[in-house]
């Protein structure tokens, strides 16, 4: 009896510490680098996610999926910039053992984006929503090649001059929607 709720509890504790590394990470504010800043993008949060979550022996891999950046209801004026259309969206799938099934994990969108974005939740074990409403979502074995030319210095550098003018929009709005959140939270104490 005494090892049984032991065993309950080490599952609960683990549920929460991955609960818990994903809400870090889904909260780091979401930003396309440009330049030598530091990003914060989808790929990039999905790689933090997943060297996070892999002490907790948690197995993961990357997904792609493919997107419409106006399926999202970003304001006209940001999406006017010249921009990949479709777009390429990383995440992550978790191998959850007590399951012994694969489950979506998509720390993508930031807590300050909660005017215009679904923001997800993780209980540990269950899919989390897709950040993104998906045309196409690709095996991992298609997945990694994908990042793979991702990876390409001189693909990264012609889709970032592409994209420069749209990127700096939308990490400009963004953060204009977690100043007004920090704004009116201020404004009530």
């Not at 549920?15 to 993008?41: L, M």
């Not at 999202?72 to 259309?85: A, C, R, V």
């Amino acid at each position: 009896m005494v090892t049984k709720n032991l065993g309950k509890e080490k599952s609960n504790f683990t549920k929460f510490e991955r609960v818990r590394i994903f809400r870090i990470v889904r909260d780091i504010p979401y930003y396309i680098a440009i330049g030598n800043e530091q990003d914060y993008s989808c790929s990039t949060k999905a790689e933090i996610c997943q060297k996070m979550l892999y002490p907790l022996g948690l197995k993961s891999r990357y997904r792609i999926c493919q997107f419409r950046w106006e399926e999202l209801g970003l304001p006209k004026k940001i999406l006017k910039f010249p921009h990949e259309d479709p777009e390429y969206h990383q995440f992550l799938e978790v191998y959850i053992p007590e399951k012994r099934t694969w489950v979506t994990v998509d720390p993508t969108w930031d807590s300050g984006l909660q005017k215009i974005f679904e923001i997800a939740e993780w209980d540990g074990i269950s899919n989390t929503k897709l950040a993104v409403p998906t045309n196409k979502i690709y095996s991992p074995r298609k997945s990694l090649s994908l990042i793979e030319e991702f990876n390409d210095p001189e693909e990264m550098k012609n889709y970032l001059n592409y994209n420069r003018k749209f990127f700096v929009a939308l990490n400009n709005y963004f953060n204009n929607l977690r100043n007004e959140i920090l704004k009116n939270r201020l404004a009530k104490i």
